[in-house]
């Protein structure tokens, strides 16, 4: 395995670690346990199934894509609820100004992710119809983070490594109510280095997560894709009601 390979192996959750919000890790399902009993269905929210077939389409024929449904990610997001947020962070007012702007309980939803596996692009389509108000509101506040200045540079400890990234907030257009989208530059030394941007949108009662990854393509290039497949998301969205 090459050493970029190597990179594009640390889990999408820890580019998510790094803009605010946090979700489930999207490796190896959970035994089964008891869902939230805060994901009846509101106006405005979308069926598990309308859920699951957004991400589906978003994602297309790749072969390398697995959807997670609703009844997997709801143990999914038990078991990370209760997960620190912005453990082996440095500074540590980073850490701070990241357990403020963080949203780790996801429960109150009714969710799927879709995720493409590649060696060249990964990508992770999440997709969460929210049902919890309290939910909404911690989301809408953590979705307000417009500045990291001071923080821009941080360590992350990630599996007994230390990792340096350079992390910026960019100004693009996403089609939403709120929108935060965030381009981090990982740096493991030894010509190890990857890219990600993370959009995190909320519109109306569903809020949308997409997770670009690479080793290889510019960060502009990368960011104007996952703003792209953001919007589309909404218009697919929208189209469901």
Do not use: H
């Not at 699951?52 to 997670?68: A, N, Q, R, W």
């Amino acid at each position: 395995m090459s050493k970029k390979r190597g990179l594009l192996a640390i889990p999408m959750a820890l580019a998510l670690l790094m803009t605010g919000c946090s979700s489930a890790d999207q490796g190896e399902a959970p035994a089964p346990g008891g869902a939230s009993a805060q994901t009846e269905p509101k106006q405005g929210n979308l069926s598990a199934e309308q859920v699951e077939t957004v991400v589906k389409d978003l994602l297309g024929e790749d072969p390398s894509v697995m959807i997670v449904g609703n009844d997997t990610m709801q143990q999914q997001l038990q078991m990370a609820k209760d997960v620190k947020s912005a453990g082996g962070i440095k500074p540590e007012k980073c850490a701070q100004q990241m357990e403020k702007y963080s949203v780790t309980d996801l429960t109150g939803s009714i969710s799927a992710t879709g995720t493409v596996t590649d060696e060249k692009l990964g990508k992770v389509i999440q997709v969460f119809s929210i049902t919890d108000d309290d939910t909404l509101q911690k989301i809408s506040q953590a979705l307000t983070l417009d500045n990291i200045d001071g923080c821009k540079d941080i360590t992350v400890e990630q599996g007994g490594e230390t990792l340096n990234a350079s992390r910026q907030i960019l100004p693009l257009d996403v089609k939403a109510d709120q929108a935060l989208t965030m381009s981090t530059q990982l740096d493991a030394g030894a010509d190890q280095k990857l890219s990600s941007t993370v959009v995190q949108a909320l519109k109306g009662r569903n809020f949308v997560i997409v997770t670009f990854q690479t080793g290889m393509a510019e960060p502009a290039e990368l960011s104007a894709q996952a703003v792209e497949l953001a919007n589309k998301a909404f218009a697919q969205i929208d189209a469901a009601k």
